[in-house]
């Protein structure tokens, strides 16, 4: 039996995502037994060199100037751009793609000349209003390299807007479809495009998926959808797969079906796919294939449609895979040396998550903590907590190194404990391994100056945690059990080991007011000012049905709006909220006196400056970070 596993578009281009990584590693042990072969794909990153090519970049030129000539509308400025250089665009994408891949470094000296590449309109941001050199604060007079890959990036930006203005209204290079996908109630979205005329984009993706299985030749496919924007990918391959080879059994599983489609009932969904997986994937796999193999096995949290109904089988005695047992990721038959590292924000955590390529490892399955309001924490990924022994991960470690030749790796635990964290440190440098590594954690106590000096001798550059709401009230309400003079200080450890703090933010959590906004970026300024924390964003809050705040509505003040019948994917819920404040129009001043603080700058000045409605004046001190500091 020959199984193929496919991340579909859109994810990250510079890293595989781990899930098709763990499930091969798993899966190895049972090959002999089953007579398994597993193969792995990223048709993310396959669709993305297929797009950003010459020949690509042909095929978009031509369906942009055919769409021109059919509108006496004035063309947006992207289109008008790409169009206005087109020549240019394909004599150069080549080039770019392989500069971005690490293959081509010389080519940052004419990059960073200007005068090499068309500059359309992402590069607007660093026009510099007349400066003799705009992008000098960020890189100086040496960072040749990181300009260079800047640039890059921006010209990729330019031709995606042209692509998503002109031929694929959602087309991103981060997500796909996303708004067929994400909470939405019904099939029927998602099944419109998916039998309506194909895009430029969308055929580019079949013929993909064609080459796939000429290429691996597979009796099962294998489909992880971790995000909304993975999901019309996920199901155009599928749709793909099921034309060219009918008797190819298609399955779907991961995050966004975890979260998303725990209530589905609509059959039609079977017409593109066979089966669909719940939750950690390793047991439902296993005990699917030993069913194909053998239809009398059962199956394992597996929804199946029989008739007209879908049922959700799980029959199988089987347990959870333990994460001891889950064996080491590998990405055999994945092209590491053709992903791609983009620098489009000089936001330096957004650096590290697509910039430079990473092992991915997690050092416990769930959260520790689990109590968090607004988080998942009813659902498995969050709610069953298991940690590996520290041994164990380093033996994956090294096994990883061996493999890919790279030492660097992102640990993407929901929130990574401190005594693991610590157990692994010292297990790293008792080996001797040297690795450079980033995650998650919570900003909790725990993390002491010496356990932060710790992670950092261990290879540790930088961590990121939730901050949230930044208010001592709403962080209770919300059962984050931190306080803010708690993350003061642990920011400040971790800043003073040499490790970067990014700190996710968020704003329109229930009840909260314009003061308690106003308040929040206040301190956000003083944890800037006092240099606990590098990095930052504001998330805008989203109630979600598998969370407290989703389950028992009442409690937090607010009001769900009425449902509708979900036959298909649920996961946001909207709600009223009686404090009736304007969020969205806050959140435009949060994100510019953010984008300010992240450069240095506006930390001396009032934070209302940075809002175009009236705020209240913040109401805490402007030295309540350096007094917890102190204290």
Known sequence: MRLLLITPPMTQLNTPYPATAYLTGFLRAHQARLGLEVGQADAALELFLRLFSRSGLERVHHELAQRAGQTDEPLPASIAQFLAHADAYEGTVDAVVRFLQGRDPGLALRIVGRDFLPEGPRFASIAGDGEDDPLGWAFGGLGTADRAKHLASLYVDDVADAIRDGIAPDFELARYGERLAASAPTFDPLREALEGEPTLVDTMLDELAAELCARHRPDVVGLTAPFPGNIYGAFRIARAVKALAPATRVVLGGGYVNTELRELSDPRVFDYVDFITVDDGEAPVL?????????????MRTFVRRGATVVLANDSPRHDIPIAQAGTPTYTGLPLDRYLSLFEMLNPMHRLWSDGR????????????????????????????????AEL??????????????????FVDEAAPPAALRALAEELLRRGVV???WGNVRFEKSFTPE???????????????GLEVASDRLLALMKKGVTVDQVSRVTRAFTGAGIMVHAYLMYGFPTQTAQDTIDACELVRQLFEAGCIQSAFWHRFAATAHSPIGQSPKLFGITLARAPRVTFAR????????????????????????????HGLGLDRDPREFFDITVPRASVPRDLVERALQS
């Open 358 to 389: 990473w092992n991915k490892l997690t050092i416990a399955h769930g959260c520790y903590w689990k109590q968090c309001t607004f988080c998942d924490i009813t659902l498995d990924y969050i709610a069953r907590y298991e940690r590996a022994p």
């Open 435 to 437: 690795i450079t590594w």
């Open 287 to 299: 005990a699917l294939l030993e069913h194909l193999a053998d239809p009398s096995a059962p199956l």
């Open 571 to 598: 996961n946001d819920v909207a709600f009223t909220d009686p404090t009736r404040v304007d969020h969205d129009a806050l959140g435009a001043g949060l994100r510019r006196a953010l984008y300010n603080y992240m």
């Open 393 to 410: 991960l380093v033996d994956r470690i090294e096994q990883l190194i061996a493999e890919t030749g790279q030492t660097g790796f992102h």
């Open 451 to 465: 356990l932060c000096a710790l992670l950092a001798k261990s290879g540790c550059v930088a961590i990121s945690g």
